[in-house]
């Protein structure tokens, strides 16, 4: 596993913190490699934005802060904003994409969406919606296994929403996957999709 | 709020991320301070220990991982064995007393301990002995307001536990104004309880 540099951001109460503590736990405990996850509290999470900072590599990581990440994950419009302009050149952006409208994509950067608050809903339990996130993470990302992300989910929530959270990170895992095949949106298919709600 | 380092660790399930999460949106969004909250994943988790740094300031905090703590809190004996030589000199150390047998206490060292889990099992929850110890520190260290704790655990537990562990917050607080009262055990009084196992 290469050093990979990490951020999900949303808002408070959409489960940002647990949704890192999966990734960190798959790379770490179920598979061979090493993590760091860092939150940052301060004025801006008392606007509700909340955002931790990931770092998987296949050695022990020495500096936990992300200042460019390859992979952004966001689930709100603030985090979006005060996030896309740090994105790696070339890097990737996993975008929840009822709750995020992307103004611009720069060259190179590829951006997946998936409806992930709907998901949750249809599963009936909408705060699931950062496990549907993590499953779709896991598919298009291809850096974790599926089974170790799966058992880091399996030991991160509470028994009684364990079922709820497996068939969320499945439906998420097999959203990507469609998406994967798909390729990643272009800006014109992106708009088409934020035209179609 | 000084700058104060924060060690929170035991073993996987005991719920160690969540209580230094509450610890930190209690300084963060419910008091006026900044925080970082910094897990390290690696080959010592997979052994089942778990551990968060935390950095509470009135100051945004540029360095988030701790050294040095001025407070360690340690729910297992494996994380006391860890952990508790690099305590600062003249630190605070909160142990869950019936799973940490202490060994040695350096001069000057205060060290109060806490049935936690025996708590929480009176509440009929065993899961929710981090926020009985969350309650424990609230009362021996006097660094965030009673509220404010009680606030952050609120809006960081699901519904459907709220009230399991708001009695829990509350029955450690109050067993911890109980020992500040009674102030710090020194190494005999540690030894008796213990021998009282």
């Known amino acids: 596993m290469q050093l990979t540099e990490i951020r999900v951001a949303g808002f408070g109460g959409q489960g940002v913190i647990l949704s890192a ?29 909340c955002s931790a900072q990931l770092v998987l590599s296949d050695q022990p990581v ?7 990440p390859d992979i952004l994950v966001v689930m709100s419009q603030e985090a979006y904003a005060k996030f896309s302009p740090e ?71 509470p028994g009684a929403f364990r079922e709820v959270n497996l068939k969320a990170y499945d439906r998420g895992f097999d959203y990507g996957l469609q998406h994967v095949k798909n390729g ?9 999709e934020l035209v179609r709600e």
């Open 21 to 49: 503590i999966v990734l960190g736990k798959a790379a770490s405990i179920y598979q061979d490699g090493f993590a760091t996850m860092t939150q940052n509290f301060g004025p801006e999470a008392r606007g509700g934005a």
């Open 62 to 68: 020495l500096y936990p802060y992300v200042t460019s």
């Open 87 to 157: 994105l790696r050149p070339g890097g990737l952006m996993l975008i929840e994409q009822d709750l995020v409208r992307v103004s611009s994509i720069p060259v190179g950067t590829r951006i997946y969406g998936i409806p992930a608050t709907r998901i949750a809903e249809e599963l009936g339990k909408r705060m699931v919606l950062n496990i549907v996130m993590t499953g779709f993470f896991g598919a298009v990302t291809g850096l974790l296994e599926r089974d170790s992300l799966r058992k880091a989910i399996e030991t991160s929530v």
């Open 184 to 192: 990643a949106l272009s800006s014109s298919e992106l708009e088409a």
